[in-house]
């Protein structure tokens, strides 16, 4: 079988059985449709969890990353795992014992009033929709490949594809559908690893071999080689290349530690499992999911980035025939360069491919004694690195099938988890707790499909100039979930003294300025044409990327609602009793049902 | 009822002494040896890793893993020992 026929079996395969999974468990109420009743024990809840966390962004993005950042790539691998034990000791216990549907109740309730819940509403459907616009780019270059289109068409594709699967399902079909989705996802994503790993270093292991040596009886190791060969294209060492700077690394890391526990979709996954003791440990199993996925990325960047520039650069760097031709090139660069997330250009005219950094001046002044005239891979999207990794090290058909399957199933996961959070926080949130209490069932469910629809409809169209590469766009809406939610979240259970008026300018104000750094770096509503201040230049805020600015965000919210809570009247006492209460996991009620 | 006050507020106190102290290593392995004393750490290897690089991408995540479970457990013994444990 030719390799688009079985990727359309593979694929194919994998499809019927998600749907038929969502349509055996389809939604009957809205309790299930939100959070799928209860009775869903801590192993499976974590293993859904991983599911609907390890997105496109995780999956078909952040190796890719990693393979063109090196350590500074860690940033997110510790950023995307460090939250996990936030949520663990500081949220999800105490959630789980308020035992509500969503996080705009709890600030509602905790925050006495609907304004609170208003702010919050907000907040969230602002981070949710920028993080889905992350996942439409990943679902856009899965569909583009697989398809064998550009990537626009297969960005609306993967639209229609996604809000079919988000609206059968809901949250029942989710979590069983989720379950089946982390089996494949992990599987696609380790095999390759293995493969490579054991073609490199002869380990197996990925985690192993990337701190291993050479199979080429060098006795050099991986690393080692790796930083060799990228320094000679006068690219950074790859084991010790910041981002940007200490300071920015720091604060990219904890923006995505505490956007982890400030985004809805993650912490409604704890209202379901039976009891507050699950809340905790699930968040652990959860980790454990999560973290097999992790901890081989580094290996699958750090590898597939050696592959590629063995790839290109065949020979001696300088060397006329170091270079490899460009009418040589294999498949999968052909393929790629079909959806244009892939493009070549010889600038020099010798019709071979130079891949080197020309941003580095030292080299591109070497670069110029070979008759190089500058990179000549002009557009190497990272994305695509995950994906193209088992054809470029010639793995079998079956494995790089496997990995689009993969990929699809990380992107439509996480789209249909957001969502559904998105979905609530429209229909349950403002529509029946807000705008009109008496809504019935049946409607309540027919608006939050409609919001879906809208959602995807936004994101998508955004999603055709996306403000990053999935993973860096999925940073921002962390970010934006790091300034506002989390720190109301937080200091609502840790603090019995916060109030309303506090919380409310807390959130307003972290939110604000994170949005006012990123729309001038990215533009309003990330579009590009939309910037404003460009004279402030970039990332002006001591060297801060706005994709780190999430923790300057959340340090605004803190001092802000700390500032106007000492200067407003304390919060009433059954409101300070109900923190108390939420405190010991004694009396929790059942997972919620409606 | 003051005296079950009195107990809720030192099972608390006790509570937040467990997640300080969990924090503090969770920073430590993270932000501390990953990023803050990533360049002093490099000079050490592990195989072929140089260890900052190694805490980055590899060892924080799993001390992260054994965190969340130690403090499962923890909390668990103190909401036996304050008797505000669910049935």
Partial sequence: MDLQTLTYTVVGATFLLYIGIAIWARAGTTGEFYVAGKGIGPIQNGMA??????????????????????????????????????????????LRKFGKFTVPEFIGDRYYGNSARIVAVICLIIASVTYVIGQMKGVGVAFSRFLETDYDTGLY?????????????????????QIAQYCVLIFAYTVPAVFISLQLTGNPIPQLGLGSAMADGSGTFMLDKLDLVIQDLGFGEYSEAKRLSTLNMFAYT?????????????????????????????????????????????????????????????GEVGSPEGNLAY????????????????????????????HYNDKNPEMAAKAATFGWAGDEMVKVDRDIIVLANPEIAKLPNWVIALVVAGGLAAALSTAAGLLLAIASSISHDLLKGIIMPDISEKNELMASRVAMAGAIAVAGYLGLNPPGFAAGTVALAFGLAASSIFPALMMGIFSTKMNKEGAIAGMVAGIAVTLFYVFQHKGIFFI????????????????????????VGAIVNFAVAFAVDKVTPEPPQHIQQLVLDVRTPRGAADAVEH | MSDSNTQASAYWKENLAIIIKIMVVWFVVSFGFGILLVDELNAITLGGYKLGFWFAQQGSIYVFVVLIFYYAKKIEQLDEKYDVHED
């Fill in chain 1, 528 to 551: 590009a044409d939309w910037k404003y201040l460009e004279s402030w230049g970039s990332n002006w805020f001591f060297g801060i990327e706005p994709n780190a600015f999430g923790f």
């Fill in chain 1, 254 to 314: 904890m923006s995505l530690m505490i956007g982890t526990a400030g985004l809805p979709h993650v912490i409604i996954r704890f209202f379901t499992v039976p009891k507050v003791r699950d809340a905790r440990t699930s968040a652990g199993w959860a980790l454990v999911f999560i973290a097999i996925l992790y901890t081989t990325a580094p290996a699958v960047g750090a590898m597939a980035r050696l592959n590629l520039m063995d790839t290109i650069q065949i």
């Fill in chain 1, 49 to 94: 969890t991983a599911a609907d966390w390890m997105s496109a962004a995780s999956f078909i993005s952040m190796a890719g990353l990693i393979a063109y950042m090196g350590y500074g790539g860690s940033v997110f691998l510790m950023g995307w795992t460090g939250g996990y034990v936030l949520l663990a000791l500081l949220l999800a216990p105490y």
């Fill in chain 1, 157 to 177: 594709i993967g639209m229609t594809i996604v809000f079919i699967y988000a609206v059968l399902g809901g949250m029942k079909g989710i979590t069983y559908t």
């Fill in chain 1, 327 to 354: 009418e040589d090139r294999p498949q999968w660069f052909k393929n790629w360069e079909q959806t244009g997330l892939l493009q070549f250009e010889d600038k020099n005219g010798d019709g071979r491919i130079q």
